[in-house]
């Protein structure tokens, strides 16, 4: 059974920075994507970043220019850099693994529990 473990949230005052990092553990040969999503109070999840095993990126406009993910496929671990903060990054912060293969088996996507991030004013 995979699973994702993220770090690294924390309140910040507007134009800070801070550093999330998603450390996915099993018996793991590949992970196709890896993301980041965000959902603030009373709105849906979305796609903050994503970086694939070849390391293309994508990014929310929102963020570009901001924001950098990137990944270590030895330690099959995601990283998603915030610099320039803004009280409207403020939300929960999800970490997304989409096509894992393990020794045992496929799975799509697999979540992790969520860091908090807080900017204020």
């Known amino acids: 059974q995979v699973q994702l473990v993220e770090s690294g949230g924390g309140a910040v005052q507007t134009g800070g920075s801070l550093r999330l990092s998603c450390a996915a553990s099993?018996?793991?040969?590949?992970?196709?994507?890896m993301g980041w999503y965000r959902q603030a109070p009373g709105n849906q999840r979305d796609l903050v970043a994503a970086i694939t095993s070849g390391g293309s990126t994508t990014y929310a406009d929102s963020v570009k220019g901001r924001f950098t993910i990137s990944r270590d496929n030895a330690k099959n671990t995601v990283y998603l850099q915030m610099n320039s903060l803004k009280p409207e990054d403020t939300a929960v912060y999800y970490c997304?693994?989409?096509?894992?293969?393990?020794?045992?088996?496929?799975?799509?996507?697999?979540w992790g529990k969520g860091t908090l991030v807080t900017v204020s004013i």
């Open positions: 997304n693994a989409h096509g894992i293969t393990t020794r045992q088996s496929f799975q799509v996507d697999v």
């Open positions: 099993g018996s793991i040969f590949r992970i196709d994507a």
